[in-house]
Each structure stands twice: as C-alpha cells, then as structure tokens.
C-alpha cells in the first residue's frame, strides 16, 4: 500500500496556515534518497548526479540536493539562471537542451556550463554563436531503432526527436576535435520512468560499447559517460519500486567488463534524473468541494490540471489517499475532478476510494517530480504553493501562491491593472 508521508494530524495543522492547494515536499525522503543515489555509484571516482531542474525547479529543493555534490541539468535560459544563481560552478552545470535559441548557447558558455549538444547542425551554430568551440563538449546519441531489454520495447528512440545518429556522433566528434575541443562526452535518453533496475546497466552497455569504438575512431579524450534521466519511480501501488544500489551495482559490472579493459577505467559516469530525486518525496494536497451525482458520481476538489497536468496530458496515474480514512473501506466509485472547463481535467477515473466528505483532504502521490512544474495557466487559474515538511517536523514556504497580480503582471505595457477590483 501507498501511505502519504505526511499523517493526518501534521496536515491539518498544515492547511490551519496554508490553504488547499498546495504542494507539499518531504525533506527526509528527499535526503535519505540523494544520500542512497551518491553510495550507489561511489565506486566511480568522477560521478556526478546532474538533478534535471526542469522536474522540480525549486531553489529550496535544489539546495538540499546540492549537499549531496548533486550539480544541475538545464535546459533552458531561465534553468541555467536559477542554477548559476544558486551557486553551482560550470562544471556542477549540464546544458542538456535541444532545439537551442543561440542565447542560451552564450550564457550556457558565459557561466561555463558543460554543453550537451543535441544534434550535428549545432556544432556549427554554436560555433558562430560564441566564436569558438568549448574544451569541453558533449554529443547526445540516439541509437534509433527500438529500446529493448530482454524482449520488452521500453520506448521508441527512433521516433524521438533527440540526438545524434551513430554516423553523426563519430563525425561530430572528428570534427569537434578538429576544431579544438579537447574533453568529450556522450549522452543518451532512451527511456522513460522506467521501472526496472536493468534500465541504466542496458543502457550503459550500449554508451559504453560506443565510446570504445570511438575512441578508436577518432582518439578523442573521453571523459564521461551521462546515462541522464529515465529511472523511474512507481506510481501505481503495486509496481516494485528500483533499486538504486542494484542500479549502480549494474553499471559498476558493465564498467568493469566494457570500459575497463579497453583502458577506459578513469571514465567519469554522470547521471541527470529528475523524477528519481524527487517523485516521491512530494504531494499535491487538495480539498473535496463538491460532489456531483449524475451519470457518474464526481467529487471536485480546489486543485486542477493547472496544478498537476500529467493525468490531463498522459493519462497518467497518481494514487490518491483520502486523509483520516485509512480504515475505511473503498466501496465508493468516483471522478475526481478539477475545474478547467476541459473533460480531461480529471486526477483519478472509476477510482475505488472511501466515501468522500465536503472537506475532506486529498493526497495526490508522486508529484514531486514534473508536477509543479509542468503547470500552466489555462482559464487565468493560478498556481499554488509549495511547502516544505522539514526532517523535524516544522514546515516552511517554499514559493508563495500566484496571485492575480502575478497572473496579470505581463500586462505592464498597458494600464490595465489600476482598474482592477481586489476580489477580497
Ligand atoms: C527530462 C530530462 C531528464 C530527467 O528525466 P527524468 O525522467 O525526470 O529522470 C534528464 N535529462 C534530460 C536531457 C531531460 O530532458
């Protein structure tokens, strides 16, 4: 079973300060797995979890994880700001983006971030765009075809729109060499939320395999090897969550057999997750409003899509937990709604839960990962807090609420906001 980790007394001692919607973090959880990530894959000397800001880009957040040598994946300007700005130095910084407007590519190179480039034609467009190719470069690889381990397709990286072709990738690396690079990488993102602990062993058999042969091909100076993101969390209460030790114990075998032998043994090994550091060690809590009888029963609650888009976008499951109620049995059918006009703006369909009450709080799981994040705006609603629930028990605002005033803030070109009446 799915338990939230946060009880019911410390929520409601939560929503007396900060009202519904909000989402919540757990700093223990949050700990306890960046430490479990950095023992994992201690065996490699230059390892370096690059958390993918764009997952969960809170200030707070990142900080924790920055204690635990964590650097910052970004892929756009305003990432690389926010981690530039949190202190992290160039090299703590992975500038994984792709279709790339050349102003990123300058600031990526001003703050002296590590350059993931995404496709062939950018070796020349960053090159025209800061005059010169950096020391330290690296190439995104998309192998095509189908992902496959054992005999199960994990995902379809011949249809993605990321990466160089291997031809492209030895003929980058030729070039990028010729022009004066001097440390290279490889990067690849294969699969998605993937919940297996042979994801990263597969995968890095594959980049590894690569780099001996081009290395060969071209004698260029290979310094890392990014198995980014991918490692999934479990979002449905009976998936076996992976094993993190397991997963480094994987590639620390497929290292030893692969890299080792070809003279490779001082390969550093970096990894960008996002969902991994963060899924489960956040929750979107939200309040039952209204319930609804008519060809379904409904039950509409303050949080929307606008606050968590993955069930809208991909029809995605989050396991909800009806607080107060653990003993009571789930014999109620519902619709959990929000209230977009828009049908899909539903975080549960025909899910079986307790009976639901006006006023009873909600806890969205796994949200701590492309939740926040992921939000928009859509019928001017706002987006909601984030809270902190610290190792001892205290919590503390991590980002206020929108309000109006921020929803209207781009209209400073006109004079529309002194007509404004103040709802309260
Ligand atoms: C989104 C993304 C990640 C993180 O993916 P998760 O599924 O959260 O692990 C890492 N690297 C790149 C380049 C990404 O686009």
């Known amino acids: 079973m799915k338990e939230p980790f946060v009880t019911y007394e410390k929520l409601q001692e939560i929503v007396a300060k900060y009202p519904t ?31 993918a800001v764009k997952a969960t880009p809170n200030p707070f957040l990142i900080n924790i994880l920055k204690e635990y040598g964590c650097g910052c994946d970004c892929s756009s300007m305003t990432e690389l700001m926010m981690s530039d700005a949190l202190g992290f130095s160039g090299e703590e910084i992975m500038f994984s983006s792709n279709d790339t407007p050349a102003e990123e590519f300058a600031f990526a190179d001003k703050i002296g971030a590590t350059i993931n480039l995404d496709d062939f034609t950018h070796i020349d467009f960053l090159e025209k765009t800061i005059g010169k190719i950096p020391e330290t470069i690296s190439c995104r690889f998309n192998p095509g075809g189908v992902f496959k381990i054992s005999n199960s397709i994990m995902d379809n990286p011949g249809d993605a729109k990321y990466g160089f072709t291997k031809e492209q990738l030895f003929e980058g690396f030729k070039i990028l060499k010729e022009k004066g690079a001097k440390r290279f990488g490889i990067h690849a993102f294969l699969a998605s939320n993937t919940v297996t602990n042979d994801y990263y062993p597969t995968l890095a058999k594959t980049l590894f395999e690569t780099v001996v042969e081009l290395k060969e091909a071209t004698g260029c100076d290979i310094r890392f090897i990014n198995l980014s993101g991918g490692v999934g969390i479990p979002y449905t209460p009976d998936q076996k969550p992976n094993d993190i030790r397991a997963i480094g114990e994987g590639v620390r075998k497929v290292y030893e057999e692969v890299l080792v032998p070809a003279g490779l043994g001082d390969v550093a090994i970096y990894t960008e997750m996002g969902r991994f550091m963060m899924g489960p060690y956040g929750c979107l809590v939200t309040k039952a409003i209204h319930e609804k009888h008519t060809y379904k029963e409904y039950i509409g609650v303050d949080a929307c899509a606008v606050n968590l888009m993955r069930p809208a976008m991909y029809g995605a499951y989050h396991h909800i937990t009806v ?75 991590i980002r206020r609420a929108e309000t109006p005033k921020d929803y209207f803030a781009t209209f400073d070109c006109f004079d529309i906001l002194k007509n404004m009446k103040d709802p309260k």
């Open 21 to 51: 919607p909000f989402y919540l973090y757990d700093e223990k959880g949050i700990r306890e797995n960046a430490k479990a990530v950095k023992e994992a894959f201690a065996w490699n000397k230059g390892f370096r979890e690059y958390f």
């Open 323 to 397: 607080m107060g109620k653990d003993n009571s049995v789930c014999d109620h059918k519902y619709d959990i709604t929000g209230s977009l006009c828009e049908n899909n703006d539903k975080f549960a369909i025909d899910r079986m839960l307790p009976k639901i009450d006006m006023g009873d709080l909600l806890v969205i799981h796994d949200t701590g990962a492309h939740g926040y994040s992921m939000g928009y705006n859509y019928n001017g609603k706002l987006k909601s807090a984030e809270i902190l629930l610290k190792e001892d028990g205290s919590f503390e605002l």
